[in-house]
């Protein structure tokens, strides 16, 4: 009884009310639905539950722990935010997609085995490529295509991993693996890396993401790297390598968000920071730094989602996404920049904000543990974070140089949304202890509200706000697009694949212009054998061979008396 | 605001973080540099400048391209 109350199954059912319901009828049960899900994600108990056995092997299809129960309960949260913020939406199926695709996550979350993990994880893949398809560019279909090339590669190499721990005997239960004990781990951890996007296979996240759908884009920064984290976390904490690779990522988002004109690439861009953020802290793997993992990506979800939904509800409203299009925005929609600058100051870590009480915990762990490097390399970021999301961005779309648009009403179901994720990252920030309470390992305490932390956290903000306003003029964004690593695998990939298509199309062409000609040949030979015994003769044609209807019936005749004499002589009859 | 009272506000807020740093916090986590004062208001400063200019550097270095560097049909 207790299986039913998996949230991955309440989003399943929503989905499928959701893609046969229109109007009142479905806003009302997709509402009730994701609520239900968080209340089964609140409620659910320790434990392992609907187990199944499957060629020798035990799957657990809900393993509840405080790591998935941590996990579960922001994803549910924020398919419930979510699905208020596109409530207006009048496609049945990308509701539906929506919703499978946060349950795939679901799956993921409570999984206790690899191959749940991984039908959790394909079901993902194929269902956000349809989030980015709803887009409905030329553009999103085309970042989609390269987004699922990506992910398929990275799900075969997770699904190679997987297949090799089974091979050796090895046990599917999802625990803990070293990146240096085989082949199997190692191709696991390169699964999993595709999908946490850490660099140099990220690129896949700032092409696919701002070209998805205005709340697609809001549930792909929730889920895809987020679930990657998780798995992080539990399967490989400790990784050292992981810790270098989290921090070089940190940087490298907050690098090339300086270069982007599009604001949701550029919160793409941030996507990648905060998640190295969230990759070295379990790569550090002490106590802290693991609960700064898990918390960080609490924190992260619901700012990130309330940045997107604020460039989305832009977007919405003025149809232009870029920051030499946009201006002047604060006075026509106050609301949306309130909202949106509450999600900026929870991501730059200011005082009573959620990343304040989140990204610290990653950052001390690292300062406490001796990693001077990498704590610098944080805390570069966390200047780069301030600088984009919350100078940056706001300053030239709400504040700069107003360039006259006039946006339209928003839906109200937009706002709302948007409101009670900006209520849930000052209800973290004024009150952590809600949050620490929750995290995967309870012994690890910490208190952010130090003097010196705050102090500290303020200088570093004040210092990079008068270096914006400094060259202010130099960040207006330009009309262009960035190189990234994709552009190494970009073009011979399309080569190989127009070659491949095309290829096979080409040998399916003279396989069948082949076989007709065959084909023509033999009934021209089987028209009239003799043609072959004696070439110089001409080739059936009906008039000169064709023998007179009489004849033909008695031929006809003739055999069906041998056919019958054949029967009577086999058979006695 | 003008580029003046800007820097006139953050002026007084940096010599009151500075002060405060200064007078009253006693304890101090992490490595020494956290108790030199005003450090991480350089860090700030310094880190939000060397990221801008690193990124233009790259961004002349090549990365920064037409928006038509990619067709919009090439999957």
Not at chain 1, 39 to 54: Q, S, T
Not at chain 1, 338 to 360: E, N, Q, R, T, W
Not at chain 2, 1 to 30: K, N, W, Y
Request: glycine share 12%.
């Amino acid at each position: 009884m207790t299986m039913l109350l998996h949230p991955a199954l309440v989003l399943i059912a929503a989905a499928s009310f959701a893609a046969i319901t229109r109007g009142r009828a479905r806003q009302v049960s997709l509402v009730l639905a994701t609520l239900a899900a968080l209340i089964a994600a609140f409620a659910l108990p320790d434990g392992d539950r609907g187990v199944v056995e499957l060629t020798g092997q035990g799957l657990v299809l809900l393993r509840v722990d405080p790591v998935s129960r941590f996990f579960g309960l922001i994803f549910t949260a924020i398919a419930f935010i979510g699905t208020i913020y596109g409530l207006h939406i009048d496609r049945g199926g990308e509701h539906f997609t929506k919703l499978i695709y946060a349950a795939g996550a679901l799956t993921v979350i409570y999984a206790g085995d690899w191959l749940t993990v991984f039908a959790g994880w394909e079901l993902m893949a194929v269902t956000s490529l349809a989030l980015i398809w709803f887009g409905g560019t030329t553009r999103a279909r085309m970042a989609g295509l390269r987004y699922i090339y990506v992910h398929l590669t990275g799900g075969s190499l997770l699904f190679s991993g997987i297949a090799l721990l089974w091979a050796s005997g090895g046990e599917l239960t999802l625990t803990r693996l070293s990146p240096g004990t085989g082949l199997a781990s190692g191709l696991i951890l390169a699964g999993v890396l595709v999908n946490a996007a850490v660099p140099p296979v990220h690129a896949w996240l700032t092409d696919a993401y701002p070209e998805a759908s205005v709340t697609g884009t809001v549930f792909l920064s929730a889920f895809t790297t987020k679930t990657a984290v998780y798995l992080l976390i539990r399967v490989f904490p400790g990784t050292e390598a992981l810790m270098w690779a989290g921090a070089i990522m940190a940087v490298y988002g907050a690098l090339f968000a300086v270069l982007e004109n599009d604001i949701r690439r550029l919160l793409s861009y941030h996507i990648i920071s905060q998640v190295g953020y969230m990759v070295a802290g379990v790569g550090m793997g002490t106590a802290l730094a693991v609960n700064g993992a898990a918390a960080h990506a609490f924190s992260h979800i619901l700012y990130k989602a309330l940045l997107l939904m604020g460039a989305g509800a832009v977007l919405q409203a003025t149809g232009r996404k870029k920051l030499t299009e946009l201006g002047g925005l604060a006075r026509s929609m106050p609301g949306v920049t309130m909202l949106y600058l509450i999600g900026a100051c929870s991501i730059s870590g200011v005082p009573l904000f959620s990343g304040f009480v989140s990204k610290s915990l990653i950052v001390s762990a690292a300062s406490e543990h001796g990693h001077v490097m990498v704590e610098w390399l944080l805390i570069v970021a966390s200047v780069g974070t301030f600088l984009h999301t919350g100078l940056k961005l706001p300053y030239f779309t709400f504040f700069g140089p107003d360039r006259g648009l006039k946006p339209t009403r928003l839906p109200r179901n937009m706002v709302v949304a948007m409101g009670l994720a900006a209520a849930a990252c000052i209800g973290i920030g004024v009150l952590p202890g809600w949050l620490y309470a929750r995290l995967p390992v309870p012994e690890a305490s910490y208190a952010p509200y130090t003097f010196d932390h705050v102090l500290s956290t303020l200088q570093l903000l004040i210092g990079t706000g008068a270096a914006f306003w400094l060259v202010r003029q130099s960040l207006g964004g330009t009309p262009t697009v960035t190189l990234d690593t994709d552009r190494l695998w970009r073009r011979p990939v399309w080569m190989l694949v127009t070659y491949l298509v095309s290829g096979v199309a080409l040998a399916g062409q003279r396989w069948r212009f082949g076989t007709l000609a065959v084909a023509e040949r033999v009934a021209v030979t089987l028209q009239n054998p003799f043609h072959v015994a004696r070439p110089g003769t001409l080739p059936y044609d009906a008039d000169r061979h064709r023998l007179p209807i009489g004849a033909n019936i008695v031929w006809i005749a003739v055999g069906f008396v041998a056919l019958m004499l054949a029967i009577w002589q086999l058979t006695g009859v | 605001m003008t580029t003046r009272q800007v820097f006139g506000v953050m002026t007084v807020c940096t010599v009151g973080l500075i002060a405060i740093e200064i007078a009253i916090v006693q304890e101090v986590h992490g490595g020494w540099w956290h108790r030199v004062a005003g450090l991480d208001l350089l860090a700030g400063f310094t880190g939000c400048l060397a990221l801008i200019w690193g990124a233009k550097a790259l961004g002349r270095l090549g990365l920064q391209r037409s928006e038509h560097e990619y067709p919009e049909t090439e999957p």
